[in-house]
């Protein structure tokens, strides 16, 4: 079975670099994508061995691909105004020294358990972020790694959340300040896709992201998770792992997250670790509800109204960037998808397979495999990067007497680099997804 695409009604034209083609110097996403992106409309074949979803996403965790498509990277700490602490993780490790000042930035968000050393990011860096000459696109890419996520510490009592976006929100006016003429591509995977795509709704013309593309984003994080509670292997697999892993980085996290005043976050955390075997929602209705966000939005007393607030589904009708959307239709998490909404700026693409980020293709050998998905990712990236016309917007940027970089409509936002960090070679990134180093 071919992928469905879903190309909207009435596209916006696209201004191209290029503009001997098209009758001048635009385009629209179907032609785009036809002519510069066409790997996308191409037939995704599963091995014969991962012919479902739930194998699909399996071998996701359980594959071994530490040594393949290895990269590098840098990492600094911002500090927050607030008083958190994000990171991101640069590469190459010589972006300062011999790359362009306008050369394009891949911004990626990665899940909560996630980070610079997940498989499906490293397998799009390893290509986006080599040299012109050796294969790759020659871009800068940056991973954003969220308070308490990715190795970083937690330095104020405020979770990670799915659904805020004001920490890449921060991450983006940083990498706007120190790279005021590079465009910022987004790419976000899972949660993260969730909050890529949420921030562009919010944002709407006025997002720093000039372009993305997102894959296997939640959606409608309240159904999908239903459906997912109704299936066996959700409420015995799927669940209990995702819920257990929460657990796990709560626990590292716990000091720090009770290491102030708000006695209504420290009494969440003692009584979330209190819980004997909960369940994602238990989880989320006793802890991610109450501390993943600043008040008087957060605590939600309800845990489908956090859920609904969360869901980036419908943020989907306001985004008025370039948007490429992927999913699998066997994706086992992500159930329900919003195919119907006609955005002109938003492209949506389901694959007859694939899981939940695995689009593991037919590769050499009786089991090899190949990733499916990079090849659309980089064709997209490379489209958006080399061909569009993207013009540069966002509110203007001012450093307070502090050394924050802030805008004057948010006084609340702010970031500045803060010590911590370092190289994040292989050894460390096989630390930071075991859990057992903080960097």
């Known amino acids: 079975m071919s992928s469905k695409i879903f190309f909207p009604s009435s596209p916006v034209p696209i201004k191209l670099k290029d503009s001997d083609y098209n009758d001048g110097a635009s385009t629209d996403l179907k032609t785009a994508l036809t002519r510069y992106c066409p790997a996308v409309l ?3 074949t599963s091995p014969w061995w991962l012919f479902n979803g739930h194998l699909q996403t399996v071998y996701l965790v359980m594959g071994n691909f530490r040594n393949i498509d290895l990269v590098v990277y840098h990492r600094i700490h911002l500090g927050l105004l607030d008083g958190g602490t994000i990171g991101l993780d640069f590469t190459p490790l010589n972006h300062q ?4 000042d306008d050369t394009p930035i891949v911004v990626v968000l990665t899940g909560i358990m996630g980070g610079c050393f997940e ?7 390893s290509v986006a972020c080599a040299p012109v000459e050796d294969g790759g696109l020659g871009y800068r890419g ?7 996520c990715g190795g970083v510490p937690i330095t104020s009592q405020r ?19 120190r790279y005021p003429h590079a465009p910022l591509l987004g790419l976000g995977f899972s949660s993260g896709a969730n909050v890529l795509t949420k921030y562009l709704g919010e944002a709407q013309d006025q997002s720093r992201i000039r372009a993305a593309c997102v894959l296997g984003c939640p ?21 209990p792992v995702t819920s257990k892993s929460m657990m796990a980085l709560l626990k590292r996290n716990a000091e720090g997250l009770c290491n102030g005043p708000d006695t209504h976050v420290s009494k969440a955390v003692n009584d ?3 819980l004997k075997n909960p369940r994602l929602d238990d989880f989320d209705r006793v802890f991610s509800s109450q501390t993943g966000g600043p008040p008087p939005l957060f605590p939600f007393d309800d845990l489908l109204e956090y859920y609904k607030w969360g869901s980036s589904h419908t943020a989907l009708p306001t985004v008025k960037v370039p948007l490429l ?9 992500i159930r329900n998808l919003p195919a119907h909404v006609d955005n002109p700026h938003v492209v949506m693409v389901v694959t007859a397979g694939g899981g939940h980020l695995g689009w593991f293709g037919k590769g050499p050998g009786f089991f090899g495999t190949s990733r499916w998905v990079t090849k659309p990712i980089i064709e997209w990236l490379k489209m958006a990067g080399k061909h569009f016309v993207l013009e540069k917007r966002g509110s203007a940027m001012y450093i307070d007497k502090e050394g924050f970089v802030r805008v004057h409509e948010r006084e609340d936002l702010g970031c500045k680099v803060v010590p911590g960090g370092g190289i994040v070679d292989e050894d460390i990134q096989k630390a930071l997804y075991e859990g057992t180093v903080m960097h």
């Not at 940056?142 to 308490?148: A, D, F, L, M, P």
């Not at 959307?325 to 998490?333: G, H, L, R, T």
Request: glycine share 6%; proline share 1%; hydrophobic share 40%.
């Open 159 to 177: 979770w990670y959340s799915g659904g805020c976006t004001e920490d890449l929100q921060q991450a983006l006016m940083y990498l706007a300040h």
């Open 119 to 125: 498989s499906y990011v490293r397998s799009v860096l």
């Open 97 to 100: 020294e011999q790359l362009k």
């Open 272 to 274: 979330t670790l209190a």
């Open 219 to 239: 959606w409608n994080i309240s159904d999908n998770y239903m459906s997912v509670k109704r299936t066996i292997l959700g409420r015995l697999c799927y669940m």
């Open 142 to 148: 940056v991973v954003v790694n969220s308070r308490g």
């Open 325 to 333: 959307a992927i999913n699998a239709v066997d994706d086992p998490i």
């Open 42 to 44: 191409q037939k995704f």
